[in-house]
């Protein structure tokens, strides 16, 4: 069998371009990336495809002169929740590239989790121009309006009908405060040479938001509920208006003195959840029935403070006010602040006490020393929890490193139990979504380590069912970057997140497992494997301390849990 050269100075059958080809694709792919780039956009995540190749090779030479980082992904899933994850750390937009039909859809539910979340995304997707749409042609469908009202703004253009790409990067950029869609018909040739202008990295800044701030008086019976979204500002505001603060774990604002940790009890007991007159809610709760229910009460004034591009958040549409900042009282809380606060932190403490004998407090007597370590050898070896698998990957995140966690049963647990730590901590709590949080994971641990030499591990915590959903983030392009990175999984076979709800009880047993909790028989120690992760089992509470010590590289923990 004899093979010949190709003979590069003739088009490619597929449709490449001869190399030298003069190309408006290319020309106008690389005028639009220098504007974004002058902008101050850093990050760019591309899923290979031909008709956005001259968006893709202008990213590779961008890339080259290290003026943007590239991201490769093959799957658009994984490659749309990675851009979400570097936006969420970096809190600027980031661009997704894809080719034309079926892969833009694949960016779907990576943007209906911006849209719900606040979260700046770009997506740039390669098109067919007009005269080749509605005719037939080959990955041709109706692109522009396929994301529906999630997107705040569409812009349809050609790459080559004299739009001036400036105009097109402010017309995406300006007031951005989630998802938009800019969809580029290129035609033929549809790559080419295209030298890089002379362009420097602009600064971004965050739009600002014009607003009146609601004034705020320090009031007996008031709480702040911080959710998903919420940051620091809820822990602030508890503060200066003397309130518990009911911060989930997901909020970023579960830290503080005012941290009252098991909210959901306390909120349905008579002598403090009945007392409650005002709720001032920051972000978007969503892990507790306690919190919209407490809204809904008769007699209780509730005060929602908006987060830029989150949905409004108002359960059975009772909020007295819904504002886009608020005003706090100045000096120091009143005096009965003292008392209000107290009694929900101590009765909150005494809900969560467990009395563990310490070393220290032992005499001297042999006796009792070895009474004690046998103790704490049968504590090593209690099989591991829920609870407690939630706690140890708590207790483990520091403020240097990174915590993301899942849609599954386990974030419902950490949020019970976790006490206050000021940690970074994300979630795709949006639409809450189970796909795509290892994707998420990694945008966040790559945006983290490039940004802050002394960033630590990012830990993921979600369940079995969350890891099939985004097994494709597992898989690298050679010579893409991962960050360090523990995926700690538990494993109950199946989304026993559905034995909570009236279904459990009310449904056939077989029907129940067969079509909701659909176990399945992964075989986690032959997926590391093949991905090339490190695989970590962790079936007691020994062994799961020392699964979760930071080391370099890629982790997979396994963690059996029972029913």
Known sequence: MTTRSPDLSAPD?????????????????????????????????LSPGSRS????????????????????????????????????ETGRPVLVVTTSGTAVANLHPAVLEAAHSGVPLVVLSGDRPVELRGIGSNQTTIQPGLFGPVVTRV?????????????????????????????????????????????????????????????LDARPGTVVVAGAGAGPAAEEAARALGAPLLAEVVSGARFGPNLVVAYRELLDTANLGDRVERVVVFGRPTLSREVPALIQRPGVETVVVRSPG?????????????????????????????????????????????????????SDDYRERAA???????????????????????????????????????????????????????ANRGLAGIDGTVSTAIGVGLAHEREDPRAGVVRVLLGDLALQHDLGALLAAVGEASPRIQVIV??????????SLEVADTAEPALFDRVMLAPTALDLRAIAAAAGWEYRRAENRGELETALAPTPGRVLVEVPLPR
Do not use: C
């Not at 290290?66 to 991201?71: D, G, I, R, S």
């Not at 958040?313 to 606060?341: C, H």
């Open 13 to 45: 059958p597929l449709g490449a371009p001869a190399r030298g080809l003069d190309s408006p694709a290319s020309r106008f792919a690389t005028a639009l990336l220098a504007g974004f780039v002058a902008r101050g956009v850093r990050d760019l995540v």
């Open 53 to 88: 190749q001259a968006l893709a090779l202008a990213a590779a030479r961008f890339e080259r002169a290290e003026l943007l980082h590239l991201h490769v992904r093959v799957d658009e899933r994984v490659a749309g929740f990675t851009a979400l994850g570097l936006a969420r």
């Open 155 to 215: 812009l349809d253009v050609e790459g080559d009908d004299g739009t001036d790409p400036a105009v097109l990067v402010a017309a995406a950029l300006d007031g951005i405060a989630g998802p938009v869609h800019v969809n580029i018909a290129f035609r033929e040739p549809l790559s080419g040479d295209a030298d890089l202008p002379d362009v420097a990295p602009g600064d971004w800044t965050t739009p600002p938001r014009d607003h009146d701030a609601l004034a």
């Open 310 to 362: 989150l949905d409004d958040y108002d359960p059975g549409r009772r909020a007295a006010w819904v504002v886009d900042a608020v005003s706090l009282p100045a000096g120091p809380a009143p005096e009965w602040a003292r008392s209000w606060v107290g009694r929900w932190v101590a009765a909150s403490r005494r809900l969560l006490e467990v009395e563990e004998a310490s070393a220290a407090d032992l």
């Open 372 to 426: 004690f370590a046998r103790v704490q050898l049968e504590r090593l070896r209690e099989p591991v929890t829920r609870r407690m698998l939630g706690e140890a990957v708590w207790a483990a995140t520091w403020p240097h490193d990174r915590l993301v966690l899942g849609a599954s049963r386990l974030v419902r647990e950490l949020d019970r139990a976790a006490p206050g730590k000021r940690i970074t901590v994300h």
């Open 490 to 499: 538990g494993n109950d076979a199946g989304g026993t997140i559905f034995d």
